[in-house]
């Protein structure tokens, strides 16, 4: 019987503890290789230019640059290969914005070891939109939208910004996250409103959220 070769795994998490003890476990199975670990968004994305990977488990909160941007790098990068999101956000709005974006699962940190790597191995099958059942809401996700076109009017850096809107956040939190100036945000800000058609952030807000918005010039 021929053994399938391992598949190379990329973890990126803020955590050294978290990346450490997944690490341990996927290769004990010896169906996975962890070929490479990042602790940031740009250390993760040195890794996406300079390895051949098959999955990448990444968390939402890693330091950097935004939290979708290493789903997006993913895409961009390495569009072979699989992303699962293992966030401790229990959001259907960020869950549907991460598959949205081109993940392929999207979990939670208290999901059990053996739940992961279950789905690990369906994504890798091409399995699709898997999502946590014990995400605190409905997800719904957009029927007009391919995953991998969600407002293509925005640029990256806006898109960033609109994802911490969704959350609530004033500008200066937003700022703190993306580490950008609070004026810098609010640039960004304008042009969100004005690519939207949208007159304040709570509009803006719920047309994403609703799936009400133009899909690009």
Not at 16 to 40: K, M, N, Y
Not at 67 to 93: G, K, N
Request: charged letters at 20%.
């Amino acid at each position: 019987m021929v053994v399938p070769d391992p598949a190379r795994v990329l973890l990126v998490d803020a955590s050294q503890l978290i990346t450490e003890g997944l690490r341990v476990c996927l290769q004990r199975t010896q169906r996975f290789r962890v070929v490479g670990v990042a602790h940031t968004s740009s250390e993760a994305l040195r890794c996406l230019r300079g390895l051949f990977v098959d999955l990448v488990v990444t968390d939402l909160a890693v330091p950097g640059a935004g939290a979708l941007r290493t789903v997006r790098d993913v895409r961009a990068q390495r569009p072979s290969a699989t992303t699962v999101v293992v966030s401790e956000m229990d959001s259907p709005e960020w869950a549907k914005a991460a598959l949205d974006q081109g993940a392929a699962a999207y979990l939670l940190k208290t999901t059990p070891l053996r739940e992961l790597l279950s789905v690990f191995n369906e994504v890798l099958a091409g399995a699709t939109h898997v999502l946590d059942p014990r995400l605190g809401g409905q997800v719904q996700l957009s029927a007009d939208l391919p995953p991998h076109a969600v407002l293509p009017q925005l640029s990256a850096r806006e898109f960033d910004v609109l994802a911490e809107m969704i959350k609530g956040l004033d500008n200066q939190t937003i700022a703190h996250h993306l580490f950008i100036s609070t004026d810098t945000v609010k640039t960004h800000v304008k042009a969100i409103l004005r690519k939207l058609g949208a007159k304040d952030r709570a509009q803006v807000v719920a047309m994403v959220l609703s799936g009400r918005v133009p899909r690009g010039a």
